[in-house]
């Protein structure tokens, strides 16, 4: 599976954006999907995850309340909506994918397929 990642862009604090992740390549219907997110000089770090039906969500503690992750299984899409950003969001963000229906941890290692990233920079 291929994922583009998009919707990325400069912004003002307190601003918002949608990142999307379009999968092509086959259906990501049973697919759990991650955002995962690198600052300049430093490792990448968990965002948020959903599992393939959306029931199940989980959040880094910074940006809980904050984003939202969703996905359209028919549109082979999932989405991060970030709303009050603030400077410490400025990062590359990925997309990740894994064929399955259970999460066993929110690592990076957990994920196949990632995609090349799109810039988030957030201007105080």
């Known amino acids: 599976v291929q994922l583009v990642e998009s919707g990325g862009g400069l912004v003002q604090a307190g601003d918002s954006l949608r990142l999307s992740c379009a999968a092509s390549?086959?259906?990501?219907?049973?697919?759990?999907m991650g955002w995962f997110r690198q600052a300049p000089g430093k490792e990448r770090e968990f965002v948020s995850a959903?599992?393939?039906?959306?029931?199940?969500?989980w959040y880094a503690d910074s940006v809980k309340v904050r984003f939202t992750i969703s996905r359209d299984n028919a549109k082979n899409t999932v989405y991060l909506q970030m709303n009050d950003l603030k400077p410490e969001d400025t990062a590359v963000y990925y997309c990740?994918?894994?064929?399955?229906?259970?999460?066993?941890?929110?690592?990076?290692?957990?994920?196949?397929?990632w995609g090349q990233g799109t810039q988030v920079t957030v201007s105080s």
């Open positions: 990740a994918a894994r064929p399955g229906i259970v999460v066993t941890t929110l690592t990076e290692s957990f994920y196949d397929h």
């Open positions: 390549g086959r259906s990501i219907s049973r697919y759990v």
């Open positions: 959903i599992n393939w039906s959306s029931v199940s969500t």
